[in-house]
């Protein structure tokens, strides 16, 4: 019983850049990871960072490197994702995650917020 909730999406143009922002509360003890995953309309649930509540240790999808960066704040319990620059096909709805196992597929992930609009204009 962990809730996830996003926020920071919107509408932004080409080149620019937008953090997201993910509380986590409840059992958050059951939790090692947080992941961010994005899916557009018709697509995959694609992956796109991880990193690990103690220690900080972070891994970035080839997707998304040396343009998105996952970071955490242990005391607010909160996952961040930074994205610069954004490109329309960064268009899609993006989702947090918690675990105890990382990795790159969904199914490794217990729990899921509701997800945030991110809509990049061209």
């Known amino acids: 019983q962990v809730q996830l909730v996003e926020s920071g999406g919107g509408l932004v143009q080409a080149g620019g850049s937008l953090r997201l922002s993910c509380a986590a509360s409840?059992?958050?003890?059951?939790?090692?990871?947080m992941g961010w995953f994005r899916q557009a309309p018709g697509k995959e649930r694609e992956f796109l960072a991880f990193i690990m509540w103690s220690g900080g240790v972070s891994y970035h999808g080839d997707s998304v490197k040396g343009r998105f960066t996952i970071s955490r704040d242990t005391d607010k319990y909160t996952v961040y994702l930074q994205m610069n620059p954004l490109k329309p096909e960064d268009t899609a709805v993006y989702y947090c995650?918690?675990?105890?196992?990382?990795?790159?597929?969904?199914?490794?992930?217990?729990?899921w917020g509701e997800g945030t609009q991110v809509t990049v204009s061209s």
């Open positions: 409840g059992r958050t003890f059951s939790t090692d990871f």
């Open positions: 995650a918690a675990g105890r196992i990382a990795g790159e597929r969904p199914q490794y992930y217990n729990y």
